[in-house]
Nanobody
Framework: QVQLVESGGGLVQPGGSLRLSCVASGFTFSLETMTWYRQAPGKERELVAGITSVGISTNYQDSVKGRFTISRDNAKNTVYLQMNNLKPEDTAVYYC???????WGQGTQVTVSS
C-alpha cells in the first residue's frame, strides 16, 4: 500500500533552515507529481509546493517563493523541502502528499520561534 513517511521537522529560530524529507513506497514514485502541504493551528491545510514526476516543473505558494525549494531523488523515492529564512508564520505541521492529496503522510511539526 502507499506509504509516505516525513522527517526533518523541529524547532528552529527565525531566519534558520530545515530540510524536510519524505520517503515514498507502494507506487511508482518516478511517475508521480509530489506535493508538500502545511496546516497551522486553526487554519486549513494549504499547498506549499509541488514538483512534477521528473522534476522539470515546480510551483510554490507565494509566501514561500525564494525561501523554499522542493526537489526529488527518484532513485531514492524521496521528495525534499528545503526551507530557508524561516519565519514564525511558517510554523505548522508539514505533510507530504501524492499528487494533490491522493494520499498523505503522517506529518512533521515545524516550529519557528525564538
Amino acid at each position: 500500500q502507499v506509504q509516505l513517511v516525513e522527517s526533518g521537522g523541529g524547532l528552529v529560530q527565525p531566519g534558520g533552515s530545515l530540510r524536510l524529507s519524505c520517503v515514498a513506497s507502494g507506487f511508482t514514485f518516478s511517475l508521480e507529481t509530489m506535493t508538500w502541504y502545511r496546516q497551522a493551528p486553526g487554519k486549513e491545510r494549504e499547498l506549499v509546493a509541488g514538483i512534477t514526476s521528473v522534476g522539470i516543473s515546480t510551483n510554490y505558494q507565494d509566501s514561500v517563493k525564494g525561501r523554499f525549494t522542493i526537489s526529488r531523488d527518484n532513485a531514492k523515492n524521496t521528495v525534499y523541502l528545503q526551507m530557508n529564512n524561516l519565519k514564525p508564520e511558517d510554523t505548522a505541521v508539514y505533510y507530504c502528499a501524492l499528487r494533490w492529496g491522493t494520499y498523505w503522510g503522517q506529518g512533521t511539526q515545524v516550529t519557528v520561534s525564538s
